[in-house]
């Protein structure tokens, strides 16, 4: 299907809403996406159909439930081409799937290993890390990144030695909107026999994810980011690395045989799931990512990419607004700041026109310091954004501008 956008916007009916007297403009998709009808509706008819436990039915909903369910667990694992479905794990969030891995890799770090990040770490991948190293007595490295944003590749290839025994590194900055080249890092990771981790929260919503083609070993997600739920998400993991991870949370679900003293783990994905899981979430995501393959990613990233280079080149003709992060390969982030105004200000005034963006440190504050600024404010488009909208962000942006002056 082609993209039509004013169709696609039909879709999401809070973006037929006012905010503060005028119409919507959103346009802060890199913290959460809004979520189409498709969504909604597998939400409402998961609750009013077919609510049920899953995996412990002796009854008709139950087995609906997990075969919805685990339906699901297929769609994420075609969705980013993974090897066998027993590898999508499901989690809260990006957070907690690295967290996931941190605590099996904090088990097995010691001191003279190497953990290395980058410089523009979200901070559930820094301070994951970073706690990881503390415990374990292993060092963290930073590689370095350039004044634009972009990764400093040589850098990263220096900091590699047969001490580096992990490497955890965005996809996409959610801060720069910078895209690493995340097939050759990890090669070269690989080569080292270091594990590789990507934080794919910014990298999953714009375009098709491929984590056999990328080599990695561990892939983490949220549902949010990619039109799905709230508090669903993924992590990926070779089914040879998982199938050896210290279990994380322990409990129901997750067990294969408990005596009084002991317990043994059930198999994958089980193992690293226990309790209730979230099932109207995973159902939600499942949805979500039906809802985006019927779309072309290319014809997504291409109209991204023209939302972005409105974007930048109204932003170089605005007087005292400079862009930060301009790394030649970027998704639909814009980060800048403006002269004589704080990131905060600039935020407020725009919504006050019902223009919604992030301004802050964008859980990034080493990042900040490192490019010198108190924060950003930072626009992210997606899919049902459209060139009026930037339009209308620049004309925002300008009137603050003068309320500032
Ligand atoms: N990493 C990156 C790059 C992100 O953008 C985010 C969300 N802003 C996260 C990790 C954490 O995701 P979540 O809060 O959904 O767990």
Redesign the pocket.
């Known amino acids: 299907m082609s993209l039509n956008v004013a169709d696609i916007r039909q879709q999401f009916p809070i973006l037929f809403r006012e905010v503060n007297g005028r119409p919507l403009v959103y346009l802060d998709n890199?913290?959460t996406t809004q979520k189409p009808l498709a969504v909604i509706n597998a939400l409402v008819d998961y609750y009013t159909q077919c609510n049920s436990n899953v995996h412990r039915g002796a009854h008709y909903l139950s087995d609906e439930a997990t075969r919805r369910y685990e339906a699901a667990r297929q769609t994420v694992a075609t969705y980013i081409n993974a090897g066998r479905s027993e590898e999508v794990i499901w989690t809260s969030?990006?957070?907690?799937g690295i967290n996931l891995v941190a605590n099996g890799v904090a088990q097995r770090l010691k001191a003279g290993d190497d953990v290395l990040v980058t410089e523009m770490e979200?901070h559930?991948?820094l301070v994951t890390w970073q706690q990881a190293c503390k415990r374990s007595g292993a060092t963290l490295k930073v590689v370095p990144i350039h004044d634009n944003g972009e990764l400093n590749v040589d850098a990263f290839h220096e900091s590699l030695s047969d001490n580096t025994a992990f490497v955890a590194m965005?996809h996409?900055?959610?801060a720069l909107g910078t895209v690493n080249p995340i097939k050759e890092l990890t090669a070269a990771a690989k080569s080292k026999g270091a594990l590789v981790l990507v934080?794919g929260?910014?990298g999953v919503a714009h375009g098709a994810i491929d984590v056999q083609d990328i080599g990695c070993d561990f892939y983490a997600f949220?549902g949010?980011?990619v039109f799905g739920p709230t508090g669903i998400?993924v992590l990926w993991g070779r089914f040879d690395v998982l199938n050896e991870w210290p279990v994380w949370l322990v409990g129901g679900e997750m067990i294969a045989t408990v005596s009084y003293q002991d317990a043994t783990w059930g198999e994958l994905p089980n193992r690293l799931e226990a309790g209730t899981p979230n099932i109207a979430g995973v159902i939600g995501l499942a949805a979500a990512l039906d809802w985006i393959q019927q779309y072309d990613a290319a014809e997504i990233r291409a109209h991204e990419q023209a939302l972005l280079a409105r974007a930048t080149e109204l932003a170089k003709q605005t007087e005292g607004l400079r862009i930060i992060g301009d790394a030649p390969n970027k998704i639909g982030v814009l980060s800048f700041v403006l002269e004589g105004a704080h990131p905060a200000d600039i935020g407020f005034l725009l919504d006050k026109q019902g223009i919604a963006i992030r301004t802050g440190d964008h859980?990034a504050q080493p990042l900040m310091k490192r490019l010198n600024v108190p924060g950003t404010a930072r626009a992210s488009f997606t899919i049902y954004n459209t060139l009026d909208e930037v339009d209308q962000l620049f004309a925002g942006i300008n009137k603050a501008r003068m309320m500032l002056a």
């Open positions: 890199a913290a969030g990006t957070t907690e979200h559930a991948d965005p996409v900055s959610n934080d929260a910014q949220s949010h980011k998400g859980c």
